[in-house]
C-alpha cells in the first residue's frame, strides 16, 4: 500500500533517534522534523502537523524525563497517540446489524469508485454471512447499471436496476421495496456521481434520501485529492446527513494520508479504505491497528480479520495452529514466500504483519531486486532437507550443512547465512503470536 512510504519514513525516523547514544533536545527535534517532512509529503495539512508536533514535545519534556527512563518507548507511543489524534473523527458511524434490514445509500463524485465500492461492501458483508443486495439509482452515468450489473454477477448478489426509468428516486424506491421483500439485510443503494460538485447532484441525492431514508449515508470520495477532501467532504455533509466515509485507491496516490486526516477533520469517520481494484482490496478502517500498521507495529485485528476473509475455510484451521504454535520453520517462510510473489490471498494476509509487509520484503522500488533476493532464499531452500525445513531450531543448521546447502544451490555460503539471518529475523515475529486467541467465525461480526 503507497502509505507504506510515509510508515517506512516515519519508523525510519524513530529508529534514527533510538540509535542515538544520548535522547536529547536536538535529536528529538531532528526525528520530529523527519516525521513533518513525511506528513506534509503525504499531502496532511500543515496546521494539523505542526499541532501534532507541538503536542508531542509538550508531552515528551526531554529535560523532565529522568534518566532510567526509556525515552525511545515514551516518544514513540507519544508518535503513536498523536497520528491515532490525527485521525480519528471522535465519533463512531452507524454499525447495520446482520439479520436486521439497514438501507445503506452511496454518494460520491462520479470516477471515486463509488459504483466499485458498493459491490466490494456488499461483497464483505456476504462473505460474513449476511444477505446483501444492490439498488443501481445511478441514471446518469451511461453504463453505471452495466457495471453494476456486471460485478454484482460476478460476487452473486442479487441487483435491481433499469435500462429505461431514467427516474432515480423511482428505481431506489423500487428496489429498497423488493429487497425488503426478499429479507436482505443490507440494501445498497449506489446513486449518480457528477463530475463536479453541482446542484443537481446533490438535490438528487436529497430526494433519493428522503425517498428510501437510509439509515446510513456512505460518501465515497478517492484518496488522490489529498486535502481537498475536507472541503468535498464538507460540501457533501452539508447536502445529506453523510454518516460515514470510504476513501478509495490507497494503493495509488501519496496524498493518502492528508485525504484520511481531511476526512476525520470534519469528524466523519472512515469506515473502511479501498487498496485495489479487485473485489477483496478492501479494508476496515480502524483507526488504532491503521497507525500501528503504519508505524511497523502490525495490525492484529486486521490479520485475523483477513485470515477469516480470504484463506480458503479449509486451509484455516492449519495456518492458524501453525500460528498458534508460534513455531516458524524454513518451510513455513517457503510457503509464504510463494504467496508473497504471488500476493495471493495469504500474502495479503501475511502483508498486514511487521516485518511481512511488502514495503518490508519489497521496499518501493526495489521491488525487482527483492523478488530476485526472495527467489535466490527459495533456491537455497530447495536444497535443505526435510528435517531442515521443518525444524524451529535454527541451531541445527551448523557450518557442514550451510555449505551444503550452498553448494547444492549454487550459491555462497553468505548467502545461505543471509537467508538463514531474515528466517531469524522473521521467526521471533512469528512468535509474538504464540498462544495467541483466536476468534471463531461467530465473533467475527462486523468491526
Ligand atoms: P464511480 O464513477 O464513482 O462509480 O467509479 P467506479 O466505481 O466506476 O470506479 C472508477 C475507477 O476507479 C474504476 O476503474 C475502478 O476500477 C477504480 N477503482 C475503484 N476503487 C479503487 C481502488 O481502491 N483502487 C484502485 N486502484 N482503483 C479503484
Redesign the pocket.
Given at each position: 500500500m503507497v502509505l507504506a512510504q510515509l510508515g517506512g519514513t516515519i519508523t525510519r525516523a524513530i529508529q534514527q533517534m533510538s540509535n542515538a547514544t544520548i535522547i536529547d533536545e536536538k535529536v528529538l527535534n531532528e526525528c520530529l522534523n523527519e516525521i513533518n517532512r513525511a506528513l506534509l509529503n503525504a499531502d496532511v495539512q500543515f496546521q494539523l502537523v505542526r499541532n501534532m508536533q507541538n503536542n508531542i514535545k509538550r508531552i515528551v519534556n526531554i529535560e523532565d524525563l529522568a534518566a532510567g527512563h526509556n525515552k525511545r518507548r515514551i516518544i514513540q507511543q507519544a508518535i503513536f497517540n498523536e497520528l491515532c489524534n490525527m485521525l480519528d473523527p471522535g465519533k463512531p458511524a452507524f454499525t447495520p446489524k446482520k439479520g436486521k434490514t439497514s438501507i445503506i445509500m452511496f454518494v460520491?463524485?462520479?470516477?471515486?469508485?463509488?459504483?466499485?465500492?458498493c459491490t466490494k461492501y456488499a461483497y464483505y458483508h456476504q462473505k460474513k454471512g449476511w444477505k446483501p443486495a444492490l439498488v443501481c439509482a445511478d441514471t446518469f452515468?451511461a453504463g453505471?447499471f452495466d457495471?453494476l450489473k456486471q460485478n454484482a454477477t460476478k460476487a452473486k448478489i442479487p441487483f435491481y436496476g433499469s435500462y429505461t426509468e431514467s427516474d432515480p428516486v423511482k428505481i431506489a424506491v423500487e428496489g429498497v421495496e423488493t429487497f425488503k421483500k426478499e429479507n436482505c439485510d443490507l440494501i445498497i443503494v449506489d446513486t449518480s456521481?457528477r463530475h463536479k460538485q453541482e446542484a443537481a447532484l446533490f438535490e438528487e441525492m436529497r430526494q433519493v434520501s428522503e425517498a428510501t431514508k437510509p439509515d446510513l449515508i456512505v460518501f465515497?470520495m478517492d484518496s488522490s485529492i489529498g486535502q481537498a477532501a475536507f472541503d468535498q467532504a464538507q460540501a457533501f455533509k452539508q447536502s445529506v446527513p453523510v454518516g460515514a466515509v470510504i476513501v478509495?485507491?490507497?494503493?495509488?496516490h501519496a496524498k493518502g494520508g492528508g485525504a484520511l486526516s481531511a476526512v476525520a477533520a470534519t469528524k466523519s469517520p472512515v469506515i473502511f479504505i479501498?487498496?485495489?481494484?479487485h473485489m477483496d482490496?478492501f479494508e476496515v478502517f480502524d483507526v488504532k491497528p491503521f497507525v500501528s500498521r503504519l508505524l511497523g507495529m502490525g495490525d492484529w485485528s486486521g490479520f485475523m480479520d483477513k485470515i477469516h476473509e480470504v484463506v480458503p475455510k479449509d486451509q484455516q484451521p492449519e495456518l492458524l495452529q501453525k500460528l498458534s504454535e508460534g513455531n516458524f520453520t524454513l518451510r513455513i517462510m517457503y510457503e509464504q514466500f510463494q504467496h508473497i510473489l504471488k500476493m495471493g490471498p495469504i500474502g495479503q494476509v501475511f502483508s498486514m504483519l511487521p516485518g511481512f509487509s511488502s514495503s518490508e520484503l519489497m521496499p518501493k522500488g526495489q521491488e525487482k531486486e527483492s523478488q530476485a533476493k526472495i527467489k535466490r532464499y527459495m533456491t537455497m531452500m530447495d536444497s535443505m532437507t526435510n528435517e531442515e525445513l521443518d525444524s524451529s531450531n535454527p541451531k541445527i543448521m551448523n557450518d557442514s550443512r550451510i555449505m551444503r546447502i550452498a553448494r547444492g544451490s549454487g550459491r555462497h555460503v553468505r548467502e545461505v547465512m543471509e537467508m538463514l539471518e531474515e528466517y531469524k529475523r522473521l521467526a521471533k515475529i512469528w512468535s509474538k503470536m504464540k498462544g495467541l486467541k483466536i476468534p471463531t467465525r461467530g465473533d467475527m461480526n462486523m468491526r
Open positions: 460520491g463524485l462520479q470516477g471515486s469508485g463509488k459504483t466499485t465500492t452515468r453505471a457495471q456521481g465515497v478509495t485507491k490507497m494503493d495509488g479501498g487498496t485495489g481494484e482490496e
